[in-house]
T-cell receptor, first 115, second 114 residues
Framework: SQTIHQWPATLVQPVGSPLSLECTVEGTSNPNLYWYRQAAGRGLQLLFYSVGIGQISSEVPQNLSASRPQDRQFILSSKKLLLSDSGFYLC??????????????FGNGTRLTVT | GENVEQHPSTLSVQEGDSAVIKCTYSDSASNYFPWYKQELGKGPQLIIDIRSNVGEKKDQRIAVTLNKTAKHFSLHITETQPEDSAVYFCAAADFPFTGNQFYFGTGTSLTVIP
């Protein structure tokens, strides 16, 4: 069966520091991968998605970037964090179109607090 | 693109009562409608989904109904229990969707009062 791992679970970082959040998926190949952000008490905002290695689409221009160095690895980064980057970051995956109907499956998220 | 609206934003029910959450969508091409439950501090988990060729689907105490003509779908939870307290999200997609074509509602915070 497929599993998704996100780490760290919580993170407190000062303003201006760099960020690296990692997500890996097991049990599937060539998944579509997603990064979402959720502000406190708010909905799900899509930040980036990837349909393959090195292929990143950005949904919201901002202080963050994403990379997909390996098929099942998705990384969210920032060179200099802002206070407004605080939030709950969720990684998600789905099977690529053509590999069967698949909804989005989410990891358990990273709670980022920028101080 | 698709626009998914979800109501109510908050809902409180007594334990044992039923809870209903409603969503509407705008794109008639959407054909897949999942529901997610998000417990505090966790990621959303898929609890039930329905395709457009089906009008209703049940799984124990939860059910989803779909009205394609009116473009709305609903989540029904019967005999609610305190562990049903969570945020629920609806979504719509045009399977087999690609990339970013998976649209979420804004969420409903359900509280079940013991």
């Amino acid at each position: 069966s497929q599993t998704i791992h996100q780490w760290p679970a919580t993170l407190v970082q000062p303003v201006g520091s760099p960020l690296s959040l990692e997500c890996t998926v097991e049990g599937t190949s060539n998944p579509n991968l997603y990064w979402y952000r959720q502000a406190a008490g708010r909905g799900l905002q899509l930040l980036f998605y990837s349909v393959g290695i090195g292929q990143i689409s950005s949904e919201v221009p901002q202080n963050l970037s994403a990379s997909r160095p390996q098929d099942r690895q998705f990384i969210l980064s920032s060179k200099k964090l802002l206070l407004s980057d605080s939030g709950f970051y969720l990684c998600a995956w789905r099977a690529a179109p053509g590999q069967g109907d698949s909804p989005l499956h989410f990891g358990n998220g990273t709670r980022l607090t920028v101080t | 693109g698709e626009n998914v609206e979800q109501h109510p934003s908050t809902l409180s029910v007594q334990e044992g009562d039923s809870a209903v959450i409603k969503c509407t969508y705008s794109d008639s091409a959407s054909n897949y409608f999942p529901w997610y439950k998000q417990e505090l501090g966790k990621g959303p988990q898929l609890i039930i989904d329905i395709r457009s060729n089906v009008g209703e689907k049940k799984d124990q105490r939860i059910a989803v109904t779909l009205n394609k003509t009116a473009k709305h779908f609903s989540l029904h939870i019967t005999e609610t229990q305190p562990e049903d307290s969570a945020v629920y999200f609806c979504a719509a997609a045009d399977f087999p969707f690609t990339g970013n074509q998976f649209y979420f509602g804004t969420g409903t915070s359900l509280t079940v009062i013991p």
